[in-house]
């Protein structure tokens, strides 16, 4: 068998080259695989990853077309935080909620989440930060806006450089419409919503 201790390194998460490629050590003990940072070979061996300061969501499978697949990797990396970006200049559709787990930054690089619903409704963390990124909703006709990002309890919510299309973001004191420690930079705001329901919009913008 492998000795423990080996670094071993692959090209890609699905196939060769598709940007998911990392390397990592051998491990053996328990563990609890988020298919990112662990990768689990039987109950008693995985692969621990090298975590870099930023982690790129293709690490974590986030470069694959099957929805179910994207899903799990935007969630897995919701739940370990830190600083993570997204691939350069692509269009991932998510159709779906994301529970936000821990403290994030989220470093978009000009790309697009399509009907991706951050939400985060209960309390004790700080420090949900968007940047560079396009937040857009496929559903375009109804009274009210979906809401890309909806957050309560969370002292420290910072929004740079976001662009929404057909969506917004709600973000305030449990269910107060008072935003706590909110920074909203340099976004912009395009929904045609009649009745358009908001709490951040482009007159928040410093």
């Known amino acids: 068998s492998i000795p423990s201790g080996v670094t071993i390194k692959w090209d890609g998460y699905y196939s060769r080259g598709d940007g998911g490629g990392n390397s990592g050590i051998l491990k053996r003990g328990p563990h609890t695989e988020d298919n990112g940072l662990i990768f689990s ?71 697009t989440l399509v009907d991706a619903r951050f ?20 559903i ?14 969370i002292s420290d919510v910072e ?9 917004n973001a709600r973000v305030g004191s449990n269910l107060v419409d008072t935003p706590v420690g909110l920074r909203v930079l340099n976004c912009q705001f395009d929904c045609d919503f009649s009745g358009f329901d908001y709490e951040v919009n482009q007159e928040d913008c410093l």
């Open 119 to 138: 939400r985060y409704d209960s309390s004790g963390i700080s420090g949900v930060h968007f940047k560079d990124i396009t937040l857009k909703s496929n």
């Open 41 to 111: 070979i039987d109950s008693n061996t995985y692969i621990e990853a090298f975590k870099e300061d930023r982690i790129n969501l293709a690490k974590f499978g986030l470069v694959d077309n099957n929805s179910a697949r994207k899903v799990t990797a935007l969630q897995f990396a919701m739940s370990i935080g830190g600083i993570l970006e997204l691939p350069r200049s692509v269009e991932v559709t998510i159709d779906s909620q994301i529970d936000i787990d821990q403290p994030f930054t989220l470093y978009g690089n000009g790309s």
């Open 159 to 167: 929004l740079h450089k976001v662009h929404f299309i057909d969506c």
């Open 140 to 153: 375009t006709s109804g009274s009210f806006a979906p809401r890309a990002l909806q957050v309560y309890n």
